[in-house]
T-cell receptor, first 115, second 108 residues
Framework: DAGVIQSPRHEVTEMGQEVTLRCKPISGHNSLFWYRQTMMRGLELLIY????????DSGMPEDRFSAKMPNASFSTLKIQPSEPRDSAVYFC?????????????FGDGTRLSIL | DAKTTQPNSMESNEEEPVHLPCNHSTISGTDYIHWYRQLPSQGPEYVIH???SNVNNRMASLAIAEDRKSSTLILHRATLRDAAVYYCIDHYGQNFVFGPGTRLSVLP
C-alpha cells in the first residue's frame, strides 16, 4: 500500500523565495497533519485538517506560512517569503480521523534549506 | 500541561530484550498511549498504542500500568535496525505532542 507521499524530498532556495511543499495522504484517511522538525525544537505540529478543513493552525509560526487542502488527496504548505530560520525537515502525516485512538502515518519528509 | 518523561538514551545488546519506560502521569482517562520511533533520515513510524490493556503486535509489546501513569515499550529481541529515537506521545486536545524521546543504541 502506498504511504504518505511528500515532495520534494529536498529543497534548497534563497531567502525571500516562495517555497511550496506537497503532500499526498493515504487514500481513505480523513485527517492530515503538517509537522516541522528542528534540532532546537524537536517535532512540532503546525496545522491539521479534518475532511479538508483546517481545524487547528495554532502551531503555524507566522503569517508567512499557509496551508491548504483543496481535496482529500492533496495538501500544500507554503512559505512566502522564506527565511533562513525556516530551515527544517517538514513532515506530513495522515490518519483515519484526528482522534486519540488513531495512529498517524508519516511521510519521509522534505528537508528544506533556506540560504 | 500534560507531559511525558522518558530517559534521554538507552543502550542494548543485539538480540536482547529492551524495555523503554515512559511516565505520563497527567494523561487523561480517554487518551490512548502511543509509541512512535524515528530512524535516521526518516519520518516517525507508528509502533504501537493502547488504552488500558497490554498490547502486542509484530513490532513490539506495550505494557500499561494499572493506573495508566506509566507504560513500557518492549522490544523482545533488539536488532541493529531497531536503533532509533523512541517517542512516547503526549496529547494536547486531539494533538499529538512529541517530546525529545529516548535514543536507543543497539550494540552488535
Amino acid at each position: 500500500d502506498a504511504g504518505v507521499i511528500q515532495s520534494p524530498r529536498h529543497e534548497v532556495t534563497e531567502m525571500g523565495q516562495e517555497v511550496t511543499l506537497r503532500c499526498k495522504p493515504i487514500s481513505g484517511h480523513n485527517s492530515l497533519f503538517w509537522y516541522r522538525q528542528t534540532m532546537m525544537r524537536g517535532l512540532e505540529l503546525l496545522i491539521y485538517f479534518n475532511n479538508n478543513v483546517p481545524i487547528d493552525d495554532s502551531g503555524m509560526p507566522e503569517d508567512r506560512f499557509s496551508a491548504k487542502m483543496p481535496n482529500a488527496s492533496f495538501s500544500t504548505l507554503k512559505i512566502q517569503p522564506s527565511e533562513p530560520r525556516d530551515s527544517a525537515v517538514y513532515f506530513c502525516a495522515s490518519s483515519l480521523v484526528a482522534y486519540s485512538n488513531q495512529p498517524q502515518h508519516f511521510g519521509d519528509g522534505t528537508r528544506l534549506s533556506i540560504l | 500541561d500534560a507531559k511525558t518523561t522518558q530517559p534521554n538514551s538507552m543502550e542494548s545488546n543485539e538480540e536482547e530484550p529492551v524495555h523503554l519506560p515512559c511516565n505520563h502521569s497527567t494523561i487523561s482517562g480517554t487518551d490512548y498511549i502511543h509509541w512512535y520511533r524515528q530512524l535516521p533520515s526518516q519520518g516517525p513510524e507508528y509502533v504501537i498504542h493502547g488504552l488500558t490493556s497490554n498490547v502486542n503486535n509484530r513490532m513490539a509489546s506495550l505494557a500499561i500500568a494499572e493506573d495508566r501513569k506509566s507504560s513500557t515499550l518492549i522490544l523482545h529481541r533488539a536488532t541493529l535496525r531497531d536503533a532509533a529515537v523512541y517517542y512516547c506521545i503526549d496529547h494536547y486536545g486531539q494533538n499529538f505532542v512529541f517530546g525529545p524521546g529516548t535514543r536507543l543504541s543497539v550494540l552488535p
